[in-house]
């Protein structure tokens, strides 16, 4: 707002500037027409009028058309609305208008002092202000009026030891400048448009560069932040996963020897038909489950490097729908399948089979009341893209940032790495991995391979 007012006062005063050039030139046009008269009617009415009569009378009929002949042809086009002639004592002797001839009330101070000081003067006659004449679209003739007094002079003695220069009396016209004061009022308003313009077309690139100046910055603040976050929690599960991975190797060991004991006793009783079965399958099954927890302890403290071998998602999809059929039928799950044959990528197939396994598993975990589990692949000059869409409950929106994080769960049981360890696997290979809530309803998993 500031450069918008300072550039408006700017345009104001250059406009009036110009104005008053304006009318400078006015008054200068204004003074040689003046001067033009005094010599014409010095040379061409004076002289002659003297030399043929020996004195000047206006009031001689035959004097005065000669003095109106030299006037109207010297100020013919010039827009003079009336032109008057005093003497020396104030009293009209010559006038455009010729019922003014003669009297004596008419001279203002103007034609006093230029009597006085025999100094020219001008004078500007306004009918509207130049504060409201901005916003007038048409300016009725004669609405400004510049009115000039000029001392009216011999210009060389009239005859042979008579004076030099002398007054003979005063000269005072009026032109019409209305034209010309509306032209530079025009000129002001066009300067004042410009101007306005130009500051509202800088003040709105300021605000834009102003503005992306800011998003840029919050964008940087915010990466930063993130960033930030991001070292410390890896600061944070790294100390965790060493912590971690040093316990669940110690309880490897000796729990793979109770679960090998567990599944002697639970064979040797079956075999028996002993009582004590149902007991030994009970903690067979919790030692197993155990293991599997420390194993995904180890998987997420210490990930393997993945291999870079050409492989087939197609196939690998495959592979997990065959083996985890029986329990889509248990849990009433159909899968739809819908994606091409060689699906190309770099990677490990190992890794990226377990990966694909935990993502159905757990959409198939959503749909606790069954339904259709989809999945779909698309495959395109840059990249490998696979979709995953369930028909459970979907991702509640408090969550959907907490979903990778380690030891995160929403169920009941686990350990909360499964996700994680996905996406583990997933950026060894340089894949990128969405969670999105699907538009029909349920939850959609998206993930992104560059083309091997």
Not at 61 to 75: A, L
Not at 190 to 197: E, L, Q
Request: with cysteine; charged share 25%; glycine share 6%.
């Amino acid at each position: 707002m500031l450069i918008l007012g300072t550039t408006l006062m700017m345009s104001v005063l250059i406009a009036n500037t110009a104005r008053e050039s304006l009318l400078a030139k006015q008054r200068e046009f204004a003074q040689l027409l003046a001067e033009n008269l005094n010599h014409q009617i010095f040379q061409r009415f004076t002289v002659p009028t003297v030399l043929r009569y020996g004195y000047i009378g206006l009031k001689n009929e035959e004097q005065y058309r000669q003095m109106d002949t030299v006037v109207t042809d010297t100020i013919h086009g010039q827009h003079v609305l009336e032109l008057r002639v005093y003497d020396i004592n104030k009293v009209v002797s010559y006038s455009t208008n010729e019922e003014l001839v003669g009297r004596e009330d008419l001279a203002g101070s103007a034609v006093t002092n230029a009597l006085k000081t025999e100094q020219h003067s001008f004078e500007i006659i306004s009918k509207v202000s130049p504060f409201w004449s901005m916003f007038r679209l048409d300016m009725e003739p004669e609405s400004v009026i510049m009115r000039m007094t000029y001392p009216l002079k011999t210009e060389r003695s009239l005859f042979q030891g008579g004076p030099g220069v002398q007054i003979m009396g005063i000269l005072e016209f009026t032109q019409d400048i209305t034209g010309d004061f509306k032209a530079a009022v025009n000129f002001q308003w066009v300067i004042t448009a410009i101007s306005s313009g130009t500051a509202l077309v800088l003040f709105f690139m300021l605000v834009l560069f102003i503005r992306r100046a800011d998003a840029i910055n919050a964008q940087r603040v915010t990466k930063v932040q993130g960033l930030e976050r991001e070292l410390l929690q890896s600061e944070k599960l790294a100390s965790m996963g060493r912590v971690v991975a040093g316990i669940a190797h110690e309880i490897r060991n000796p729990l793979g020897i109770i679960q090998s004991s567990a599944e002697l006793l639970l064979k040797k009783a079956k075999v028996e038909n002993a009582s004590r079965v149902q007991i030994i399958q009970v903690m067979f099954d919790e030692i197993k489950r155990l293991s599997q927890t420390v194993n995904d302890f180890l998987d997420y403290a210490r990930p393997k490097t993945p291999r870079r071998d050409p492989v087939d998602l197609s196939q690998v999809l495959e592979q997990a729908r065959v083996f985890l059929d029986q329990k889509a039928q248990e849990a009433r799950v159909d899968f739809v399948c819908e994606y091409p044959a060689n699906m190309m990528v770099k990677g490990d197939k190992d890794l990226l089979y377990r990966a694909v396994y935990n993502i159905v598993v757990n959409a198939m975990q959503a749909m606790k009341d069954g339904g259709e589990l989809r999945i779909e692949g698309e495959v395109t000059r840059r990249e490998v893209c696979l979709k995953f869409t369930d028909q459970g409950t979907g991702f509640a929106p408090e969550v959907m940032e907490k979903l990778a994080d380690p030891f995160f769960t929403t169920k009941d049981s686990g350990t909360g790495l499964g996700l994680a360890i996905v996406v583990n696997i997933l950026d060894s290979h340089g894949a990128e991995i969405d969670f999105a809530n699907a538009s029909q309803g349920g939850a959609q998993v998206t993930v992104r391979f560059e083309k091997g």
